[in-house]
């Protein structure tokens, strides 16, 4: 049974920075690709950024610059450095871990909470 366990979170002020970790464990596909996700209140679920097994990475336009995504291979396990925290970047994160060709297999973790105060 694949899991996903987030680490990190919890309340910042505005113009702070966090760290976020996610570890998997259990049958994940080594070569899957791995994401943070965010989701604030009345809103959907969007993306943050993403790492390939390659290290190839993409960062949504509103963390482009304030974000870095990094992935240890060997562990499984990705990590999140955002800086320059703004109040509109509280939200629960989460973790994904998803096949690179097969959508349908995917995997999430139950998300940690980040609060930036004005």
């Known amino acids: 049974q694949a899991q996903l366990v987030e680490y990190g979170g919890g309340l910042v002020q505005a113009g702070g920075s966090l760290s976020l970790a996610c570890a998997a464990s259990?049958?994940?596909?080594?070569?899957?690709?791995m994401g943070w996700y965010r989701q604030a209140p009345g809103t959907q679920r969007e993306l943050v950024a993403t790492v390939t097994a390659a290290g190839t990475t993409t960062y949504a336009d509103s963390v482009k610059g304030r974000a870095t995504i990094s992935r240890d291979g060997a562990k499984k396990t990705i990590y999140l450095q955002m800086t320059s925290l703004k109040p509109e970047d509280t939200a629960i994160y989460y973790c994904?871990?998803?096949?690179?060709?097969?959508?349908?297999?995917?995997?999430w973790g139950q998300g940690t909470q980040v609060t930036v105060s004005s």
């Open positions: 994904r871990s998803y096949h690179p060709t097969i959508s349908a297999i995917t995997f």
């Open positions: 259990g049958v994940i596909y080594s070569g899957n690709n």
